[in-house]
T-cell receptor, first 109, second 112 residues
Framework: GDKVKQSPSALSLQEGTNSALRCNFSIAATTVQWFLQNPRGSLINLFYLVPGTKENGRLKSAFDSKESYSTLHIRDAQLEDSGTYFCAGETGNTGKLIFGLGTTLQVQP | DAGVTQTPRHEVAEKGQTIILKCEPVSGHNDLFWYRQTKIQGLELLSYFRSKSLMEDGGAFKDRFKAEMLNSSFSTLKIQPTEPKDSAVYLC??????????FGPGTRLTVL
């Protein structure tokens, strides 16, 4: 958790609103991955990023390797977006990921 | 295509027993990872294989944890002997050459 810090640790949103999650790295991350762990416990890969941005539906993610941070933006939050979001950084070309401790998101109707 | 599969989904063991967890990666993936997930420590890497070669054997987990990959489509994680502090969810993931990691459903281990 020290090498990859996620904020906030928990978040509650009303359906239809927007929010941003952040991940700060104290490692020299070369790629970043974002995952959603749903209430059943399954970890779903949302994004694999080299420096730059990607968008998928209501989700958008950015990775700035020079400033060592990544963000995940959620637009028009839906109930099914609830769960814990993890970011993870890879250093070098090892394939190994170092995970943050997660942001737990609850979307309220 | 089948995703990553793990068996069993749940395991209950007595302290001191030996347990073996199993994982089948996504077909064609050459990286395989074993993680342990707890509420306090989060996701911790236990072992990492690339093309069946052990790249990381988990440092602090070395003494009682042993992962093996006898062929490209099957891996095991043995815990011997088990201790109550080993109670956690054990996750297996695979990827192709360090790209997106895909996770299995996990094995929830309870050690009494």
């Amino acid at each position: 958790g020290d090498k990859v810090k996620q904020s906030p640790s928990a978040l509650s949103l009303q359906e239809g609103t927007n929010s941003a999650l952040r991940c700060n790295f104290s490692i020299a991350a070369t790629t970043v991955q974002w995952f959603l762990q749903n209430p059943r416990g399954s970890l779903i890969n949302l994004f694999y990023l080299v420096p730059g941005t990607k968008e998928n539906g209501r989700l958008k993610s950015a990775f700035d390797s020079k400033e060592s941070y990544s963000t995940l933006h959620i637009r028009d939050a839906q109930l099914e977006d609830s769960g814990t979001y993890f970011c993870a950084g890879e250093t070098g070309n090892t394939g190994k990921l170092i995970f943050g401790l997660g942001t737990t998101l609850q979307v309220q109707p | 295509d089948a995703g990553v599969t793990q068996t069993p989904r749940h395991e209950v063991a007595e302290k001191g027993q030996t347990i073996i967890l199993k994982c089948e990666p996504v077909s064609g993936h050459n990286d395989l990872f074993w993680y342990r997930q707890t509420k306090i420590q989060g996701l911790e890497l236990l072992s990492y294989f690339r093309s069946k070669s052990l790249m990381e054997d988990g440092g602090a987990f070395k003494d009682r944890f042993k992962a093996e990959m006898l062929n490209s489509s099957f891996s095991t994680l043995k815990i011997q002997p088990t201790e109550p502090k080993d109670s956690a969810v054990y996750l297996c993931a695979s990827s192709l050459e360090g790209a997106e990691q895909f996770f299995g459903p996990g094995t929830r281990l309870t050690v009494l």
